[in-house]
């Protein structure tokens, strides 16, 4: 029987005792199992580096995406990995095709423990940081970072999505609908801005997916959609342009290289990682094992 590794972020939007206790007898069907909980941002990277050399036979995270994005990068060694949507959004989970649903994720993950069943995904890495479904620069992580500054509520839940059309709305509004070039992608020329995806969707609105990079696959390299422009009538078309995956991309690329004219917001799975003058983007390619 594997010997696997729970990692709980508390304050995720959908986890609460209940889900965790049926979730964690779900879980128990597919192995031995040792159940942590995090305390601060960052901590659960801590917690997968130090159950990868302890000697884990698989790691199951409970979280939202940023809690994702910390065991990633936690990884020391291949050792199965697997995602229980508990965030808002849970966008990597999804992505991989688990349900919203942690109790009907964690029966899933608990059948891949027993068969020994995973997936073997690339990963992207920007400036020594992996994200596991998308990154961006500029415009992107602009409306990560507004949402950001709305703060947490008192159980440390982040707003929804309705937040994040919000601030993208707001931002267009403050530019009057113009956003000049601001950046140069190596080899493609200049843009406003850059979503990199590492799958489709690169989120969701609720229920729809967004898929922005509409031919990325998790099996490939890297995808790019970089917008030249934006003026107050081509804004809206754009915009719903980009979102539906009809914007023109750069498809299953190794590296990446951008440089800023300023510095410029960058984010990773959703997380504001600051501001950046440069960023080199790389695909790490069949990297990771995921518990499917």
Known sequence: MPNALLVVNP???????????AVRAELKHGGSLDVVLTEHPGHATDLVTAACRDGVDAVVVFSGDGGFNEALNGLERDVPVGFLP???????SRALGMPRDPVAAAQRIAAALQAGR???????RVN???????????????????VDALGRAHDGRRPGDLAFAGALVRLL?????????????????RAVCAFVANCSPYT???AVPLPIARE????????????????????????ARVLRGRHPSL??????????????ALHVDGEDLGDVREAVFEAEREAVSVLV
């Open 11 to 21: 304050f995720a939007t959908r986890v609460s005792e209940d889900r965790l206790a």
């Open 86 to 92: 508990g965030g808002g959004t849970s966008v990597l």
């Open 118 to 124: 995973t997936r073997r995904i690339s990963v992207g």
């Open 128 to 146: 020594g940081r992996r994200f596991g479904f998308g990154a961006g620069i500029g415009l992107p992580a602009d409306v990560v970072r507004r």
């Open 173 to 189: 509004g403050s530019e009057r609908g113009r956003l000049e070039p601001r950046l140069e992608v190596k080899g493609a020329g």
């Open 204 to 206: 969701y609105a609720g």
């Open 216 to 239: 990325a696959e998790f099996e490939l390299g890297l995808d790019l959609v970089a917008p030249v422009r934006v003026s107050p009538v081509t804004a809206a078309p754009l915009v």
């Open 251 to 264: 498809h299953d690329l190794d590296r990446i290289e951008i440089s800023c004219d300023d510095p410029l």
